[in-house]
């Protein structure tokens, strides 16, 4: 007889805890996507649980048996938009499925999200691209329906392997002249000329995007909170690189991100987003041949970029087709409304 699972809160300054929470997380992630499994690393993990945030309380849970830590989850809390809402997450390694340590994990997460007066809860799934669109089949989506949760909206993930020949780099920029637009870049933290309209495009972006089914709204754009998540990064040893197009009244335009982790040498590309009285001018495709130039210029031996893009975004996609990335998996993300 399988004996009862007890869920405990993570104390994210207990290095052991913490380290068997993180142990369970990447196990899961990396049976479910192999090799194209993202997976933030321990310090990374580490530095984003201890940091006091103004905007997002965080939370980390482990499921024991026996003694023995056999899942992980994690609870989100918007503290200044969205809230409504909770984002929440189950990992358990392959070893301990379908013995109800998801479940009770699940159950407990949900319970705190209800509590703090959430009635939106959202998560992630992943599976392969060489699975069903719809991931019929794949362990994570499947048991997000059985407890409720519906496909709001799916992504597409995407890997770029670098280096890409400057030739190629130069012939999409020919397409892209973006005439009248000053292009800019630079390495580390936003510069601070730009950083209030730097915050308010990054704000946006999650409802400018393809939003599908989710319910959800812009988030909050204070320059004190995005310099902390700068500082942040910064704890986790990860490089950003930024460029923007500024328009002839010296307002940004458009703007993209990549973020190089120190830990795992990957890049991960961040936010991309053109202001709507701008579009249709090539914008996106000119600032991400940008960064990816600097990037290349600077970072050498970084040897692949992944980024997600909604399936629906077709504009976005057809971009990424043109700089070479390659579909090596899907993301699932999942709603239910309490009550």
């Known amino acids: 007889m399988t004996s009862s699972v007890q869920i405990r809160r993570v104390d994210p300054f207990d290095t052991a805890e913490h380290d068997l929470w993180w142990q369970a997380y990447a196990e899961a992630k990396r049976a479910d996507m192999g090799e194209n499994a993202l997976i933030w690393t321990l310090e990374e993990s580490r530095a984003e649980m201890q940091q006091r945030s103004a905007t997002t309380e965080r939370r980390t849970y482990v499921a024991v048996r026996d003694g023995s830590v056999v899942g992980g989850g994690s609870l989100a809390l918007p503290l200044k938009d969205n809230l409504h809402s909770a984002a929440l997450g189950v990992t358990v390694p392959p070893a301990h499925r379908r013995q109800g340590v998801g479940t009770a994990l699940l159950a407990h997460i949900e319970a705190e999200a209800a509590a703090s007066g959430r009635t939106t809860l959202r998560a992630e799934t992943a599976w392969p691209a060489s699975a069903p669109e719809d991931g019929t089949g794949e362990p994570g989506i499947e048991f997000a329906r059985t407890h409720g949760y519906t496909l709001a909206l799916g992504?597409?993930?995407?890997?770029?392997?670098?280096?890409?020949?400057?030739?190629?780099?130069?012939?999409?920029?020919?397409?892209?002249?973006?005439?009248?637009?000053?292009?800019?870049?630079?390495?580390?933290?936003?510069?601070?000329?730009?950083?209030?309209?730097?915050?308010?495009?990054?704000?946006?972006?999650?409802?400018?995007?393809?939003?599908?089914?989710?319910?959800?709204?812009?988030?909050?754009?204070?320059?004190?909170?995005?310099?902390?998540?700068?500082?942040?990064?910064?704890?986790?040893?990860?490089?950003?690189?930024?460029?923007?197009?500024?328009?002839?009244?010296?307002?940004?335009?458009?703007?993209?991100?990549?973020?190089?982790?120190?830990?795992?040498?990957?890049?991960?590309?961040?936010?991309?987003?053109?202001?709507?009285?701008?579009?249709?001018?090539?914008?996106?495709?000119?600032?991400?041949?940008?960064?990816?130039?600097?990037?290349?210029?600077?970072?050498?031996?970084?040897?692949?970029?992944?980024?997600?893009?909604?399936?629906?975004?077709?504009?976005?996609?057809?971009?990424?087709?043109?700089?070479?990335?390659?579909?090596?998996?899907?993301?699932?993300?999942?709603?239910?409304?309490?009550?």
Do not use: C
């Open 155 to 339: 992504d597409l993930q995407n890997r770029l392997t670098l280096p890409v020949d400057p030739a190629v780099i130069d012939a999409l920029s020919a397409q892209a002249p973006a005439r009248g637009y000053d292009i800019r870049s630079w390495i580390g933290p936003v510069p601070d000329e730009f950083v209030a309209e730097w915050a308010a495009l990054d704000a946006i972006l999650d409802t400018e995007a393809p939003t599908g089914e989710l319910d959800i709204e812009a988030a909050s754009a204070d320059v004190d909170d995005y310099r902390a998540d700068e500082a942040m990064q910064a704890a986790q040893g990860r490089t950003s690189f930024g460029t923007v197009a500024l328009a002839p009244d010296g307002r940004i335009a458009a703007y993209t991100q990549i973020v190089v982790s120190g830990d795992d040498g990957n890049a991960y590309q961040w936010g991309t987003l053109v202001r709507r009285e701008d579009r249709g001018h090539r914008l996106g495709l000119r600032v991400k041949l940008e960064n990816l130039r600097m990037l290349q210029r600077h970072s050498p031996d970084t040897p692949r970029i992944y980024t997600y893009n909604a399936e629906s975004n077709e504009h976005m996609l057809a971009v990424n087709t043109r700089l070479g990335f390659e579909a090596t998996g899907r993301l699932g993300e999942l709603q239910k409304r309490l009550g």
